[in-house]
Each structure stands twice: as structure tokens, then as C-alpha cells.
């Protein structure tokens, strides 16, 4: 083996040690809360109480409706972008760019003093209305793994000649938008939902300043007065983003294939 | 020419300060097949996307079947585009994509089934309906994409450098293809290329471009052998440029390298004295003394170059460099470097260039 391979495994090796060691720890410390033996008795708990099946259940249908959201923001936006208006690109990259800079306790209490009950845009006024900022607030905060990955989906198709040959057959921008360009970039807008979706289903703080029972402040409370539930908590959320990236994975092996090669 | 089908008059169209196209006119009879030819920048595509209507121009007017379509966006048009690069949906199938255009019109399933399976018939590719356009070669691509493009039955068919991308065979057999298919549906077609060979091969007439202006229009005979310009000679095909000076405007006598040559009807108004761009085709000229060719000059043969059915030679005269093409000839052997040589030549054939 030349020395420069096995130290690249060296490397490897230390990186997947600090990354696995704790979440091997923080397992086996998950299965022991049978005194003596290893049991799932943690898991069950968890899964059994009602306060996870309720925030768990709130979370995935917030986090639908900001991927929801996202789509209908990111798509025709990055599409515009790269058909009509290439030269702001690189503005529009740096305000996608400004919620992994601005601290999300930033941008929940500027909504807080935004839209209070007695600004022109209560959104804080009702439960619903709460609701929906938090849709907001989740799809700004995905806005750089949304805005990336539709980006990045958009720049392995000719844009700009597949808007022409559709448009020259007769299609209007609606039908361009949903019968061509969102099914070719359909995996990439796929691989933005589920980072979204990851994101969300552990989002703490906008979660907890709007008072919503999300799953993020369930995760909190539970750690914060349990012994071994938070770390079989913490599995499970590991599992589930795990399964999102899963899917993106299996998911981008039926992107449809770019046809623009040499005869 | 009767009315014309498309009417392109006067347009004009600037990015920022740079002018593409300048006050370009062109009529195009109905059915007819005319190429717009011209090297990289020459505003032939800016032309053509104008047509299409995915530009606008700053001027003039596009005038389709006698109507003012200057206006009207792409989709409003009802033109037929293949792209260079071939443009397929990925995500749709060979008939979806044939079938988009007739689906987008709101054309009934029976209809579109039936008229995607003409196209395939045409383009004689049948059995490839429910393939992806990544399972295809080029070639077979940008069959379809003409499918596509004659499938809801455009008035007008517009080819940007539709060949560019695929190799010389496949290239000079879909050209004929695509010729054979617009003579057989009589559709009126706009052709862009900057291939010579292909512009000259398929088309009823030519339309050189340069610096945004069409140079020369004209049949593809015309254009190569009666170039009305120094950029249409020098672009159309292989050209000898020789110097001559008017010996004598009223007997029509020019001299080149020392030897006279009268050039009938071809001096446009110079004077004795003057000098004049004169210019053969390689064709035009044969090596050694010919009795049907009234003028010759000497020189020494400087390169042969050996290209299988045809011999290029290049002869020295004087400061100039002659290349003449010559058949082989398998019983006899190429002439020799440094050989002494006399060109000869029909003095109606020497161009005088402007």
C-alpha cells in the first residue's frame, strides 16, 4: 500500500472514530435501562408516550408545508435566475446564504416584534397564524440546502434551450415549469426536501420561542428530566435524518439521465 | 418571386453597443429551403432566433404568411425550431416527446398517438417510441427533435446548425434526410449553418452573411460562381487571389504577372492604370497548356499534396501562390516540386472582386 493511501486511512479511521464512538456510547447507554441487561425498554417509552406521537406528528406536517414552501419559492426563483437573470446569481447565493449567518433566535425575535397582535401582519395573534410563521420561519432557514440543491440540479439541464424548444412547441411558463423543468430537477428539489425535513424535525429554538408543540422542544424537555429516554431520543432522530439522506441516495439513481452527449 | 411566405424587412438588433444585426431584408417564397450562411458572429442565429421570436428586434418587421408577427411571442407562432443541441425533454419518451407540441394545443390522445406514429414513420425510426432520449445516439436525437418540430405541423421550420454536433457521416446523411422530408411536406425552411458544403448541398437558395448583413443572396450555383463580393469569394469555397493592373480599360486587357488577359464585361468602370483583385476557383484552372483555355501563365510547382481522388497543386507565379486541383490519374504520377509548370485557365472564369 503507498503511504500516502494508508495514511489517507489513518484519517479516515480517526474521523469515523470521533464521529461513531459517542453515538456507540450514547446506544449502548440507550439499551440499559433494565438494570443488568440490554432491553429497548428507552425506546418504548419514547415511542410510547403521547407527547412524542403528537410533536413527532406536528413537526412532520409543519415540515411538509415548508418543503412546500421552499419548492414553490426556491424552483421558479432559481429557474429565473439561471434563464433570464444569470448576473444577480451570485446576490441571490448570498441572501440564501444569510440564515446559516444570522443566529435563528435572531430571526425569531425580529418575527416576535415583527408580527405581534398589534402589528399590521398579526401573524402571533393566533395559534394558525403561529403555525404559519414557523412554515416561514423553517423555509428561511432551509433557504441555503433548498436554494443549493435546486441550483445545483438546475446546472446538469440546458436551461435555456429546453425553455426554448417548449416554448416554440407552444407551452406557456406554467407548463414549462411543471411538465419540464421540475420533473428534471425533481431529485435535486427531493434532496432539498428531505435536508428540509431533517432541519425541521429537529428545530429547538424558533420552535420553543413561538410556543409550538414541535418535536425539537419535546427532545429538550425530555433531556433536560430523563436519564436514558433522551439518548434513545437522540438514536431515533439520527435514524431519521439518516433515512432522509438514505433516500436521497436511492432517490438520485432514477434522475432522468442528461441526454446531451456526442453522437 | 410571388408573395413571399416569410418577409424579413429591415431588421435590426443591438446587444448594448454592439450591433448583430444591421438592416437585414430577406424574402423567402413558400416551400423554399434557404440557408443563412456566415462565419461565428455574423448574426445568422440572432437572425433566425428573431424569426422564432425569442428575440425582439430594434427594427423592422418579420412577416409570416402575410401577417405581422414582430410581436407575437414564440409560443404564439406556431413555428417548428430544431436546436444545435438537440433539446429533447430527458424526462419524456421519444413519443412524449414528439407528441408535446400537439399535447400542449390540446390535441386528443387518438390524434397524438397517431400523428407521432406518422413522424416516426417519417423519420424511418418506428420502433424507438418508448425510448429515453439518453438511449439514443445523435444522430437518432436530432431525428426526433425534427419529429418534434414537425409534429404539430408548423407553417415555418427553423434549423440552428442542426448537424454541428454529430459526426461527417451521420452529418451528410442527415442533411439529405432532412432535405428529402422538407421537399416531401413542401414546408418553407430556414436553415443556419456556417458549413459551406452543407448550405451549398441542400439548399434552393443561400443567404452569406457578414458583419450582420446578408452579402449575397442567391442559389447556391450563383453564389459560388458568381460571388458578388470580396467576402463571399473568400468565404464560399477555395480562391486564388492574383494582383492585375488595367492595361486598357476599352480592349478590357489586364495584366497579371506579366502576361495580358482579357476579362469581357468584367471591369466594372476601371480605368487604365488601375489595380484590380482577380480570383479563380481551384477547379477553374488546369495544369499545362488546354486549347479550350484562352489565357496561361508560368511559374514552378512549389507543394503537391496527394488527397486520394484529387491532386492539389500549388504553383508559384510571380509573388502569388495558384492552387489548382487535378484528377488522379493512376497511370501517371504526381508532378514534381520545383518542376517547372504553365497554368492555363478561361479568362470568364476569373472573378473580379469588389
Given at each position: 500500500m503507498k503511504s500516502g493511501k494508508f495514511w489517507a486511512w489513518v484519517v479516515f479511521g480517526l474521523g469515523a472514530a470521533y464521529f461513531f464512538i459517542p453515538l456507540i456510547g450514547t446506544l449502548e447507554f440507550s439499551l440499559r435501562m433494565r438494570r443488568g441487561v440490554y432491553s429497548l425498554d428507552a425506546y418504548r417509552v419514547v415511542l410510547g408516550d403521547d407527547r412524542f406521537q403528537a410533536t413527532f406528528s406536528y413537526s412532520v406536517v409543519v415540515a411538509i408545508f415548508t418543503i412546500l414552501l421552499g419548492v414553490l419559492i426556491v424552483v421558479p426563483t432559481a429557474y429565473w435566475i439561471r434563464l433570464?437573470?444569470?448576473?444577480l446569481r451570485p446576490t441571490v447565493e448570498f441572501i440564501t446564504l444569510l440564515p446559516l449567518v444570522i443566529p435563528a433566535i435572531v430571526i425569531v425575535f425580529g418575527y416576535i416584534r415583527m408580527y405581534g397582535s398589534d402589528s399590521p401582519l398579526p401573524f402571533l395573534a393566533s395559534a394558525r397564524g403561529t403555525d404559519a410563521l414557523l412554515v416561514i420561519g423553517y423555509a428561511t432557514l432551509a433557504l441555503p440546502y433548498m436554494y443549493r440543491a435546486v441550483d445545483t440540479g438546475l446546472r446538469t439541464i440546458d436551461v435555456a434551450t429546453l425553455t426554448e424548444a417548449a416554448q416554440i412547441l407552444g407551452a406557456g411558463w406554467t407548463t414549462i415549469i411543471t411538465r419540464i423543468i421540475l420533473p428534471n430537477v425533481l431529485i435535486a428539489v427531493l434532496s432539498g426536501a428531505f435536508l428540509t425535513f431533517a432541519i425541521v424535525i429537529g428545530e429547538f429554538t424558533i420552535a420553543s420561542l413561538l410556543n409550538r408543540p414541535a418535536f425539537g422542544p419535546y427532545l429538550q424537555n425530555v433531556g433536560a428530566n430523563r436519564a436514558y429516554e433522551p439518548s434513545a431520543l437522540a438514536i431515533i432522530a439520527f435514524a431519521i435524518t439518516w433515512g432522509c439522506m438514505s433516500l436521497i441516495q436511492v432517490l438520485s439513481r432514477f434522475a432522468p439521465k442528461s441526454a446531451n452527449r456526442p453522437n | 418571386m410571388a408573395e413571399p411566405f416569410l418577409s424579413i424587412q429591415h431588421v435590426q438588433k443591438s446587444f448594448g453597443a454592439t450591433?448583430?444585426?444591421?438592416d437585414f431584408n430577406l424574402d423567402v417564397g413558400a416551400g423554399e429551403f434557404v440557408s443563412f450562411l456566415g462565419?461565428?458572429?455574423?448574426?445568422k442565429t440572432t437572425v433566425l432566433r428573431m424569426v422564432a421570436g425569442f428575440e425582439e428586434p430594434n427594427l423592422g418587421q418579420i412577416v409570416v404568411a402575410g401577417k405581422d408577427?414582430?410581436?407575437?411571442?414564440p409560443n404564439q407562432r406556431n413555428i417548428g425550431m430544431v436546436f444545435q443541441a438537440y433539446a429533447l425533454f430527458p424526462n419524456l419518451t421519444v413519443a412524449q416527446n414528439i407528441g408535446f407540441g400537439l399535447k400542449v394545443a390540446g390535441a386528443a390522445r387518438a390524434e397524438i398517438d397517431k400523428r407521432v406514429a406518422e413522424m416516426l414513420d417519417l423519420i424511418k425510426l418506428p420502433h424507438l417510441d418508448g425510448r429515453y432520449p439518453y438511449q439514443l445516439s445523435g444522430g437518432q436525437q436530432q431525428r426526433i427533435a425534427l419529429a418534434r418540430a414537425l409534429a404539430p405541423k408548423p407553417r415555418l421550420l427553423l434549423l440552428d446548425?442542426?448537424?454541428?454536433?454529430?459526426?461527417a457521416k451521420v452529418r451528410v446523411s442527415l442533411r439529405e434526410e432532412i432535405r428529402s422530408i422538407q421537399k416531401s411536406l413542401g414546408i418553407t425552411t430556414i436553415f443556419v449553418t456556417h458549413d459551406q458544403e452543407e448550405a451549398l448541398s441542400i439548399s434552393d437558395r443561400v443567404a452569406v452573411m457578414y458583419g450582420g448583413k446578408a452579402e449575397q443572396v442567391g442559389t447556391p450555383f450563383e453564389i459560388y460562381n458568381r460571388p458578388q463580393t470580396k467576402f463571399v469569394a473568400n468565404f464560399v469555397g477555395t480562391l486564388n487571389v492574383l494582383e492585375g493592373t488595367v492595361i486598357d480599360a476599352a480592349s478590357e486587357k489586364v495584366r497579371v504577372n506579366g502576361e495580358e488577359v482579357t476579362l469581357k464585361g468584367k471591369l466594372n468602370g476601371s480605368k487604365a492604370g488601375d489595380t484590380l483583385s482577380l480570383a479563380l476557383r481551384p477547379e477553374a484552372i488546369s495544369l499545362g497548356r488546354q486549347a479550350d483555355r484562352d489565357a496561361r501563365l508560368s511559374g514552378e510547382i512549389s507543394e503537391v499534396h496527394f488527397l486520394g481522388s484529387v491532386i492539389r497543386v500549388r504553383v508559384g507565379i510571380g509573388g502569388n501562390v495558384i492552387s489548382l486541383d487535378t484528377f488522379n490519374n493512376p497511370a501517371t504520377p504526381p508532378p514534381a516540386v520545383g518542376q517547372k509548370a504553365e497554368i492555363s485557365f478561361s479568362s470568364d472564369d476569373m472573378l473580379v472582386l469588389i
Open positions: 433570464r437573470m444569470p448576473h | 450591433t448583430v444585426v444591421a462565419p461565428s458572429g455574423c448574426g408577427v414582430t410581436q407575437l411571442k446548425e442542426p448537424l454541428s454536433a454529430l459526426d
